[in-house]
């Protein structure tokens, strides 16, 4: 029987329209055959039935940078559990995602960082792109939860926070070229013929280049 995996997304607060988890949906469905369940962790549902939606709050302390909510992806109760495949909001995919599933074992696979560019060895982890069995790591909830504040001052995002934690883990990084950088990388020529994902940190958002990538060649 072929594995069954969650896909999941976080919006929490309006930093990201619902169009943004309407058109990854899109994505996904056009560019992935593997069997799938495709999961929005969200403050505020809205109407689509293609995704199944886990409910949470906002934190009970100020959060300055939204992408601690990403933390709630690892919450025991969350909805899911198994291979669970994350995927940031503002993302382009252009190609199969099937290779990142196909690589599901036994490690938490994860972006190197897209400093990259400039340090070839960078050590820190981008969290952009995740593949993970959520019931191996659901420890990281429970010790977030349980110091919020004190993680929150101690690593500026939850990657620092993830890059920190898996020094202890089977950790593995993409290929480079299976997931990069719009500004960095893409804009810079580095597309690849097995590129699937592009990633949008920082500006432009996708929505502002109308969801497609131009010819740089």
């Not at 607060?13 to 990854?24: F, N, R």
């Not at 300055?64 to 940031?88: A, C, E, H, Q, S």
Request: proline fraction near 6%.
């Amino acid at each position: 029987m072929d594995q069954k995996f969650n896909i999941v997304c976080v919006r929490v607060g309006p930093a990201y329209s619902t169009e943004y988890v309407d058109k990854l949906y899109d994505m996904v469905r056009a560019n992935c055959t593997k069997d799938f369940d495709f999961w929005c962790i969200t403050d505020v549902p809205h109407d689509n039935p293609n995704v199944k939606f886990a409910k949470v709050q906002p934190y009970p302390v100020q959060v300055r940078w939204m992408w601690w909510y990403k933390m709630l992806m690892f919450k025991p109760d969350i909805g899911y559990t198994g291979p669970t495949f994350y995927i940031d909001l503002d993302v382009i995919i252009n190609k199969s995602i099937d290779k990142f599933l196909e690589a599901w074992d036994d490690s938490f696979w994860i972006c190197q960082d897209y400093n990259r560019k400039v340090k070839k060895d960078y050590h820190v982890s981008n969290s952009s792109i995740m593949l993970f069995d959520h019931s191996k790591y659901t420890k990281y909830w429970d010790e977030f939860n349980t110091n919020m504040k004190e993680i929150m001052r101690k690593f500026r995002g939850d990657q620092d926070y993830l890059t920190a934690r898996l020094i202890d883990e089977p950790k593995k990084w993409w290929p480079w070229h299976w997931t990069i950088s719009y500004r960095w990388e893409y804009l810079e020529g580095k597309a690849h013929p097995d590129n699937s994902i592009v990633v949008f940190h920082g500006k432009p958002k996708p929505h502002e280049i109308n969801w497609e990538l131009e010819d740089v060649a």
